[in-house]
């Protein structure tokens, strides 16, 4: 850890991997053998650059951009960008290292790897949004391609900005590249359902994981944290299958709907508007309650999806939540529970799934957009929510199976682990030391 020094979520993120990793070794020692495990939490390549970029009153702005190629034993390097002020190199290696495994989960040919800047798009004009994707793209160009590295959205960005970048490399590099990046408008080659992919996947996984006990969504109250690209998807479709959402929030507040959240009125205020959830709260009138700060898993319910950020909810979240009687955790956001808060709910019987699992809904229909750029198609709706119910299935049995095999039945925090990292391990293994 001393190599890697302050760079808190990435050691968190991989004391949960080695963790789990006790068992699979002493049933295949040759895992541990040629440094696999170190050269697994080391990333292949660290980009950091400047991004310079002109604000809307002409000043020069200067912004750290990051791009993590973690690992490619089994793809292209593949995962998102995010942009937001709390990005630090330890947060994009944090995900680029859980993004290796979540991949490994789809059974997809993809790598791990993430990328994003420190740069704040809150309060910035269109016209600035642009500038900035332009400067970032401007070098970030130079370390990506299809057969190298495909980026895709995150925190902070999202179809808009991933076409400004999609511009600015088809400028620079003068080809109609499609398969460089993923999560585009349909007329560039983007695939129907990607933007709703992450929150259906999440939910997907949650209610094969209800099925487990002979229940599911039907007539369930839920809450989801977050009202952005997840956030919205995985209530959409929780809305699907019969649940009800009581509550969402932004790292402002929470709103608290008692007669069930309006997702069209959501939609229009976060994706139309851009505004705050606030706002929710002031249109939709009686009934529904806006609580600034606070913690949004204050408020009752069956299911708990956290569709935020990092560690957002806590040990102190996860005892309220249980003591409501909470029954299932599904993390659509990338390790948003902390590590006492997990234990806490599997000792409880609360199930729990992980988002290395539960989230890589949306990288998998960024392969399925990678495929339709090959083979220049564009399927269905249908056709890829189908593909996408199909993968996320896959990993639920996978993760469920490999729970049992390795004597945790139910534990899909060990399960998605292990599964996840036999599948990186063997592809590397067979690529000898490199
Ligand atoms: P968005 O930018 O669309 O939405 C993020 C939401 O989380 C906003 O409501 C935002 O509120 C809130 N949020 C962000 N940072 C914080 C913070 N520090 N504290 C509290 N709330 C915060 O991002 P996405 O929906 O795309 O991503 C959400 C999570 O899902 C992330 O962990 C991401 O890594 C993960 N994920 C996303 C995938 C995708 O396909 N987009 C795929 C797999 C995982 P505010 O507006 O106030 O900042």
Request: aromatic share 8%; proline share 3%.
């Amino acid at each position: 850890f001393a190599r890697n020094a302050g760079e808190t979520e990435f050691h968190q993120a991989v004391t949960e991997v080695l963790e789990s990793l006790g068992r699979v070794i002493a049933k295949r020692p040759q895992y541990a053998d040629n440094a696999l495990i170190e050269r697994l939490c080391e990333p292949e390549r660290q980009i950091i650059f400047r991004v310079p970029w002109l604000d809307d009153s002409g000043q020069v702005q200067i912004n750290r951009g990051f791009r993590v190629q973690f690992n490619s034993a089994l793809g292209p390097y593949k995962g998102g960008i995010r942009f937001h002020p709390s990005v630090n190199v330890g947060i994009i290696k944090f995900l680029g290292f859980e993004q290796t495994f979540k991949n490994a989960l789809t059974g997809l040919p993809i790598g791990g790897g993430k990328g994003g800047s420190d740069f704040n798009p809150r309060g910035r004009s269109d016209a600035e949004i642009m500038r900035f994707c332009q400067a970032f793209m401007t070098e970030l160009s130079r370390h990506i391609g299809e057969y190298t590295d495909v980026p895709a959205g995150d925190i902070g960005v999202g179809g808009r900005e991933i076409g400004y970048m999609f511009g600015q490399y088809k400028k620079l590099t003068n080809r109609y590249e499609a398969g460089v990046l993923t999560g585009k408008a349909l007329f560039h080659g983007g695939s129907r359902a990607r933007k709703e992919a992450t929150g259906y996947g999440a939910t997907y996984f949650v209610q094969r994981m209800l099925e487990t006990r002979g229940e599911g969504f039907e007539g369930k109250r839920a809450v989801v944290s977050g009202s952005g690209n997840v956030a919205i998807y995985t209530m959409e479709k929780i809305l699907e299958f019969g649940g009800t959402i009581v509550a969402c929030s932004d790292s402002n507040g929470y709103v608290v709907d008692e007669n069930g959240i309006d997702l069209d009125l959501i939609k229009e205020v976060k994706e139309v508007r851009r505004e705050r959830i606030s706002e929710y709260a002031r249109l939709r009138g009686e009934g529904a309650h806006y609580v600034a700060g606070g913690s949004v898993w204050d408020v009752a319910c069956d299911v708990a999806m956290p569709s935020a950020t990092q560690n957002e909810l806590t040990g102190k979240d996860a005892r309220t939540l249980i003591a409501n009687g909470v029954k299932a955790v599904g993390e659509g956001a990338n390790m948003p529970t902390t590590p006492d808060a997990v234990k806490l709910f599997q000792e409880a019987g609360v199930l729990f799934a992980p988002g290395k699992a539960a989230n890589a809904g949306g990288v998998a229909t960024s392969a399925l957009e990678m495929q339709q750029n090959a083979s220049r198609d564009s399927w269905s709706f249908e056709q890829t929510e189908q593909r996408l119910a199909t993968i996320m299935h896959n990993i639920h049995d996978l993760c469920a199976e490999t729970a049992d095999e390795y004597g945790a039945p139910g534990d899909y925090v060990l399960g998605a682990n292990i599964a996840g990292f036999v599948r990186v391990a063997e592809a590397m293994d067979a690529l000898g030391v490199i």
